[in-house]
């Protein structure tokens, strides 16, 4: 194969993934805002979110891993699914706490607050 074929066949292949990547993004965020509402929306993004972790690893992303977990982990706080929801935030800080990134930081502590005010939520509704 020439060089040529090669180059275009990476390119390709980085710019298909690239691409993939942000349909995930965009499409499991409009997903997620509207399983606010509707449930239905959660699950879409939570499978969503699945992809993009299956990308995110394929690419040996862990940064962008971990960010995909965390959405995961929001879809699963919508749906009630908390104590799954809350494994996967335990594992990810762990990764978080190692690497030291502050965006990472304030993302994990968005969806650590989206716990506490789910947990709140459902012992209000208990009593």
Known sequence: MSWCKRLWSISSRAHFIAITGVYFSVLG???CSLGKSNTKYAYKAGALAIEQIKLAQRLKD??????????????LIQIGKLKKANKIISRQAKFVESIHDPALTSMLDAVLEK????????QKNIL
């Open 115 to 122: 716990v506490d005010v789910a947990i709140a939520h459902k």
């Open 62 to 75: 862990s940064v962008l891993e971990c960010k995909c977990w965390l959405y995961y982990a929001e879809d």
């Open 29 to 31: 965020g409009a997903y």
